[in-house]
């Protein structure tokens, strides 16, 4: 048994869910971590294939870079490494489908190696986007016989195959949230993912693959909700369960939600309840600490005069526009509102060139603590309540603090019916 085969348990039994953080940011990483500590509790870390992989990805980390500067920030607030379910998310050639498959699908056996060489045992295998030539989503049995092909290189690779456990399924949203506010959302019918469950059993069986296909743990479905730029879609909570019977007498089967960012509270237990034991998030933490980091710059102009932060992550975005560019859309001033405060939080790609100016306007702030009221008209009370609990000073502690207030209902028991 693993830790996941733990939560699956007992989210079976009625227990809650456990989160997936999606996110390279060291502040979200170190709030996530301290969270799961206080709550006593374990957490997924999650990377996907764009983020990390053998070339780098986008934040620069191969795989085992990045589990390498997971557990400097365990030792850094204190939680224990065993806290952490390492995942690889969109684990498949998406990376590289502009090339042709053959060429894709070589670089992610190369990558689906170096990742569970390096420590990650939660695999999603999604191979369900076609690569050069081919059609933008392919179909089942083409995603489950590359996805069956790269749970062999896991099991051929890893140092103790035994550990892995297995994620499949398409019915995902575009990494990052819709492209559009106008994007329908619908609950994935059970009939779809029944088909998706017969359809990867059959591709693993065909590759004799049924010590790995044993360990398939969940599902990726959409329970009916999302987020685009301006636009959320949210979970109607009335809706009925049509899911769920698809997992009796599979007791270690559980769903998957992604994009699950911004929903109300009382969402993520009644998702729990519904089995969806892994929720997804990512973009809505750093959304937070963006967030808690303009509230600090605007009380640092009244202590100051400087100029609001925003207007440095206004030049870098214009320098490098293409982390937001097709992904906001409307006239010009609507896409500089929604570059800092659409929900798809674009900025988020920046934050690393900005470190400067940002640690200075910090290290300003913690020499020269605000009145309480100048500090109350921008900082919830309940992000200053929990913030003065942490070890950190006190800007650094409210940047965390609200980054765990967004977590929090994460963690929440399922309600009962």
């Not at 997936?20 to 206080?38: F, G, I, K, W």
């Not at 949210?234 to 089967?253: A, C, I, V």
């Not at 200075?360 to 109350?376: C, S, Y």
């Amino acid at each position: 048994m693993t830790q996941l085969d733990d939560v699956i348990r007992q989210n079976a039994r009625g227990g809650p869910a456990v989160p997936s953080v999606c996110s390279a940011h060291p502040d979200v990483l170190a709030a996530s971590l301290r969270l799961a500590e206080e709550l006593d509790r374990v957490v997924v870390i999650e990377a996907t294939s764009n983020q990390v992989n053998q070339f780098g990805g986008y934040t620069g980390m191969t795989p085992a870079d990045f589990v390498a500067f997971v557990h400097h920030i365990c030792a850094e607030t204190g939680t224990s490494p065993n806290r952490v379910i390492f995942g690889g998310d969109h684990l498949g050639p998406q990376a590289w489908k502009k090339e042709p498959a053959e060429d894709a699908m070589a670089k992610a056996r190369t990558m689906m190696a170096d990742y569970v060489k390096a420590g990650f045992t939660k695999i999603h295998l999604d191979c369900s986007e076609g690569c050069a030539g081919e059609p933008g989503a392919v179909g089942d049995d083409l995603a489950a016989a590359r996805a069956a092909e790269l749970a062999q290189v896991c099991e051929e690779n890893a140092p103790d195959p035994s550990a892995l456990r297995y994620i499949i399924g398409t019915e995902v949203p575009p990494p990052g949230g819709a492209r559009s506010d106008d994007d329908h959302i619908a609950p994935t019918p059970p009939e779809r993912a029944q088909a998706t469950l017969d359809a990867h059993e059959a591709a693993f069986a065909k590759l004799e693959q049924r010590e790995a296909w044993a360990k398939v743990r969940g599902l990726v479905l959409q329970p009916g909700l999302e987020f685009a730029p301006a636009h959320l879609d949210h979970f109607d909570m009335e809706q009925p369960d049509h899911l769920s019977p698809l997992l009796k007498g599979r007791d270690l089967l559980c769903f998957e939600a992604h994009s699950t960012d911004y929903q109300k509270d009382a969402v993520y237990p009644d998702l729990a309840r519904r089995h969806f034991a892994i929720l997804k998030v990512g973009p809505a933490l750093t959304y937070a600490w963006r967030e808690a980091l303009y509230a600090l710059s605007h009380i640092h102009i009244w202590q100051s005069g400087a100029a609001h932060i925003s207007a440095e992550m206004e030049r870098l975005m214009l320098a490098n526009p293409g982390y937001w560019q097709g992904h906001l859309h409307g006239d010009a001033a609507r896409q500089h509102q929604l570059r800092h405060f659409g929900y798809a939080d674009r900025i988020r790609y920046y934050w690393p060139q900005a470190t400067g100016p940002i640690q200075t306007m910090l290290e300003a702030l913690a020499d020269n603590p605000p009145p309480a009221p100048l500090l109350e008209q921008y900082i919830p009370r309940e992000t200053l309540t929990r913030g003065a609990d942490l070890p950190l000073s006190w800007p650094q502690a409210i940047l965390q603090a609200h980054v765990q207030r967004m977590l929090l209902p994460y963690f929440a028991e399922p309600t009962q019916t």
